[in-house]
């Protein structure tokens, strides 16, 4: 089985990213860069974290006209991540474009198309979040309307939350690559993460790939607590 285990690098600097990934490069799958560490550190640190061998996630949430994601697509794309997201709240014609994008770039650089995964509904979101911005449905419904729609653009994985997956799975084709971040174990310290599972039964719900960050960058030896998170599926 490959390593499902996607280390979140929430750290400000690039040094400090690289020292964490260099340290449990050896025993997770791949590392996520998201928005703190791509606006501080740039581009320069996705070659970086690259170059070390491992597989990136590009979490920077695309959302914008379809020509603008599908640049944006692309220039990920040529900077050889292996997952990107985008938000599926940009509607279909802008997924279309950014899945298209990923696919035609790849091609060009002679390599595999990295895994353009769509946001649902923010988990910080809830009913009442939704209403404010104009959309009566209620968070679960929301999600089911875009994981469907995600799915007729032509998208092949989603982000979900942990408590999600199980629905998730009833409605989609199998081979939907499913991301989740708010896995714990129980065994850390309470942080804001609400509706977790452990890594174990998040897997069984049928979760593709599970995001832990706080657990292993802030834990006293990383390199010992992915170890933990790995022997325990
Ligand atoms: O530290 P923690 O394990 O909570 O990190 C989870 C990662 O997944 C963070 O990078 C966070 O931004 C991201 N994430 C999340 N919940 C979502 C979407 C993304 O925790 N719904």
Avoid at 126 to 143: F, P, Y
Avoid at 220 to 228: D, Q, S
Wanted: proline share 5%.
């Amino acid at each position: 089985m490959r390593n499902p285990i996607i280390v979140a690098l929430d750290v400000p600097t690039a040094e400090g990213a690289l020292a964490l990934a260099e340290q449990v490069a050896p025993v997770v799958g791949a590392f996520k860069i998201g928005s703190e560490l791509f606006t501080s550190a740039g581009p320069e640190i996705v070659r970086r974290v690259r170059a070390t061998g491992a597989a990136v996630f590009l979490d920077l949430k695309f959302h914008d006209i379809p020509n603008t994601v599908a640049k944006a697509v692309a220039a990920a794309t040529r900077l050889d991540v292996q997952m990107l997201t985008i938000h599926t709240g940009g509607g279909s014609e802008m997924m279309r474009a950014a899945e298209k994008s990923a696919q035609e770039t790849a091609l060009q650089a002679g390599r595999n198309a990295p895994l353009v995964l769509g946001v649902t509904v923010l988990t910080s979101m809830d009913g009442n979040t939704l209403n404010e911005v104009g959309c009566e449905a209620n968070a679960g419904t929301q999600v089911e309307r875009l994981a469907r729609l995600a799915m007729k653009a032509g998208l092949r994985g989603l982000v979900c939350s942990p408590l999600e997956i199980a629905a998730l799975r009833q409605i989609l084709p199998e081979k939907v690559q499913l991301v989740t971040p708010g896995i714990r174990t129980g065994a850390e310290k309470a942080d804001d993460q609400k509706r977790t599972l452990s890594p174990k039964e998040a897997m069984q719900a049928g979760a593709s790939w599970l995001v832990i960050g706080r657990p292993i960058y802030a834990a006293a030896n990383p390199r010992a607590a992915a170890e933990a998170f790995l022997n325990s599926l």
